[in-house]
């Protein structure tokens, strides 16, 4: 992103983001923007697989229309997730909320090979260059 792209406040992507340098479309789009979470799976802080973690600017807003949100602050966030995977980014806070059914059902069934499942997807996503 360029300099002082949120100056106007927190903002969620979009495919028309003028935000976005043509380096950084290139890296959303092969999802090489996600290697530095791999850190944070290493220090144990992050799954692999698990709901994806938004900021508290965009957890409120989500809150106040599902509240059973909070639902997903129950396990480790991921890097991939059913959500990501089915629904794909989310453009607005909207978006968020349909993009929830898909977290809470895996939390529901959450399982070795849910998560083989779902990466595995991510993994066709990624060599695709599939994915919103």
């Known amino acids: 992103m360029g300099c002082d792209a949120e100056a106007n406040g927190p903002q969620l992507s ?3 983001d003028a935000r976005i340098t043509p380096i950084g479309r290139w890296m959303r789009r092969t999802r090489m923007d996600e290697l530095p979470q791999f850190w944070n799976v290493l220090k144990g802080e992050m799954s692999l697989v698990g709901p994806r973690p938004e900021r508290q600017h965009f957890i409120d807003a989500i809150t106040e229309i599902a509240p059973h949100y909070r639902h997903l602050h129950k396990v480790r966030p991921g890097i991939t997730s059913w959500g990501q995977v089915k629904f794909g980014y989310a453009e607005n806070v909207q978006q968020m909320v349909r993009r929830l059914k898909y977290d809470i059902l ?7 090979a849910v998560d083989l499942k779902i990466l595995a997807y991510t993994v066709l996503i990624i060599l695709k260059g599939d994915g919103k």
Do not use: F, G, K
Request: hydrophobic content about 40%.
């Open 14 to 16: 979009s495919a028309t």
């Open 106 to 112: 895996y939390i529901e069934n959450m399982s070795l």
